[in-house]
């Protein structure tokens, strides 16, 4: 409350806000109930330990409580936190969602015990497949993203572990090996496509995520397409197969309403620099500037949307793909004092020139929102 | 109902159908008490369980026709290693390949490797008991048989462990130890 009282009192003499308006916050704040005080706090305290004790004792004589009991117990407590949550969700939001992942927890364990006390053989991806089932209704009753990662996280490693999902990644294992570099543009354009979707964020935020990452780990894997020889029909297809996404992607781009003339350039760049590594017969040693040229590409593009947050951590990326690259050629100079001393001007030179290009790339942005 | 008990409780319903089904599958089964060979890993989602399977080796089986012509010749129709529908139908004590037909109580599986797999290879079992256990079940002395509920359709589930002619849990820890 004291920190409180001090930031209001600084913006106050600052000018930011009235006097009054400082003591109604320091008053609005005062008046709010914490979530954290010395009762709850006790309580939480008593709650923990008996249901330690609890569960030391149904631990302990697992196998002397029949299987009615453990199935009755298990039911009664879904059935209680099904009828609990709905009374608190108004009143105690953050309390609701705590019960709605413990919920899902209960799902787990739901599905454990069954298979315990019967005894039941299954793959594990089939487990994880019907508790993404059980949980998926579950997601409409919140707004917090965390729910929609764990759920797809489940959800598609339950997938990819399935029959289906092993002849899946045969399928890109055959064809990665032979153009990483088209899964990592693919990735990204759907990575572009999700973004534009305003709606269920719950759904659409975890699968960004997961194809901005993808993205990324398909661009540096670029130069494994130089291992092994790969058919020419595999290579013909994944080139026929690239031009037709980027066209898509391209047409996709030039279409979209919400996007200025700005960002589409920045795209439609991006995806002309794709094109041509794709296209132009790179050797082992130098992908690396194809790389280092999409990752600046990315950071441009972020700019450019004004995503700072985004483009600070592309241009972290690259800062460290730069570092990687300079040790992999002088690695051994670490070796030497002289060769530490040289790598630690490299990588001050490397913090300056992020600096400049950060700040340059701020006012440029500024400026174009000016316009 | 508001929509927030409906999207909690449809899950609930689904688990306790679920939990229904089986039990009335496990119920309904017809009984049936089977020679076993087990040992014992540790799964860490799902607890202490013995692994076990059915010894099909003592009865006449149609598999074992794959693993006698395999030598240098190879098998066109199926491959060794290529699983196989078969069953084991109780009725005549015998597993055969393809679909069952006049076997009242049967076992579906498939065949592989020159053995047939019946799709049964847990029980789950107390931690306590587990070392002695996978020693009474290793011991042909102790007769070890698993008992199964057999559904018509030829699934089964395993409902008891059965040593020297009675359920597990009937015989004394130290009577077990003493024969393993």
Same mark, same amino acid.
């Given at each position: 409350m004291p920190s409180i009282s001090r930031k209001v009192s600084v913006w106050a003499e600052q000018g930011l806000i009235s006097r009054q308006q400082a003591d109604e916050i320091v008053a609005f704040e005062q008046n709010k109930k914490p979530f954290l005080s010395l009762f709850t706090v006790i309580l939480f305290l008593g709650m923990f330990s008996i249901a330690c004790g609890i569960a030391a004792i149904v631990s302990s004589n697992w196998y002397s409580i029949p299987d009615a009991v453990k199935l009755g117990g298990m039911f009664a407590l879904l059935i209680g936190a099904g009828s609990a949550l709905p009374v608190i969700e108004k009143k105690h939001p953050v309390v609701f969602d705590a019960g709605l992942f413990l919920l899902m927890l209960l799902f787990f364990a739901a599905i454990g015990l069954v298979g315990q006390i019967y005894h039941l053989k299954s793959d594990t991806y089939k487990a994880f497949l019907f508790w993404s089932g059980l949980a998926f209704? #579950?997601? $409409?009753?919140?707004?917090?993203v965390l729910f929609g990662c764990i759920w797809e996280f489940v959800f598609v490693c339950a997938v990819l572990a399935s029959p289906l999902g092993e002849e899946f990644l045969r399928f890109v294992k055959n064809y990665f090996f032979s153009s990483p570099l088209y899964f990592s543009f693919l990735s990204l354009a759907l990575f572009v496509v999700l973004s534009?979707?305003?709606?269920?964020e719950l759904f659409v935020f975890p699968a960004k995520a997961g194809f901005f990452f993808t993205g990324l780990v398909f661009l540096f894997c670029s130069? #494994?397409? $130089?291992?092994g020889v790969h058919p020419l029909p595999i290579v013909f297809y994944v080139k026929t197969l690239f031009l037709l996404t980027a066209t898509g992607f391209a047409t996709f781009v030039g279409q979209y309403?919400?996007?200025?003339r700005r960002e589409k350039q920045s795209l439609w760049i991006v995806t002309g620099i794709y094109a041509l590594f794709f296209l132009i017969p790179l050797a082992k040693d130098t992908v690396y500037f194809s790389e280092l040229l999409l990752l600046i590409s990315f950071i441009f593009v972020a700019y450019t949307f004004r995503c700072e947050k985004m483009a600070r951590v592309l241009a972290l990326v690259t800062a460290f793909r730069i570092l990687n690259a300079f040790f992999e050629l002088?690695?051994?100079?670490?070796?030497?004092g002289f060769g530490l001393i040289f790598s630690g001007l490299i990588i001050l030179g490397i913090a300056y020139g992020c600096y400049k290009a950060d700040a340059y790339l701020k006012r440029t942005m500024e400026g174009q929102s000016h316009e | 109902m508001n929509k927030t008990k409906i999207l909690l409780f449809i899950p609930v319903f689904v688990l306790l159908g679920w939990t229904l089904s089986v039990q009335a599958m496990i119920s309904g089964g017809t009984k049936l008490d089977l020679p076993v060979r087990g040992y014992d890993p540790r799964d860490i989602l799902a607890g202490h369980y013995l692994s076990v399977e059915v010894d099909y080796v003592a009865f006449p089986s149609d598999c074992k026709k794959d693993k006698e012509t395999k030598g240098r010749e190879r098998v066109k129709d199926r491959e060794y290693w290529q699983k196989q529908d078969a069953f084991f139908c109780a009725d005549e004590g015998r597993v055969s390949l393809g679909t069952p037909e006049n076997c009242q109580v049967f076992i579906k599986g498939y065949c592989q490797y020159g053995r047939f797999h019946d799709g049964v290879s847990r029980f789950y079992i107390p931690e306590k008991m587990s070392p002695a256990l996978e020693r009474a079940v290793r011991n042909k002395d102790n007769n070890p048989m698993l008992r199964l509920s057999v559904t018509p359709d030829g699934r089964a589930f395993p409902t008891d462990l059965i040593l020297q002619g009675r359920p597990f849990k009937e015989l004394p820890v130290q009577a077990l130890l003493s024969r393993g």
């Open positions: 209704p #579950l997601l $409409f009753l919140t707004k917090r534009c979707v305003q709606k269920a130069r #494994l397409r $130089f291992s309403d919400g996007f200025s002088f690695g051994s100079l670490l070796y030497t | -």
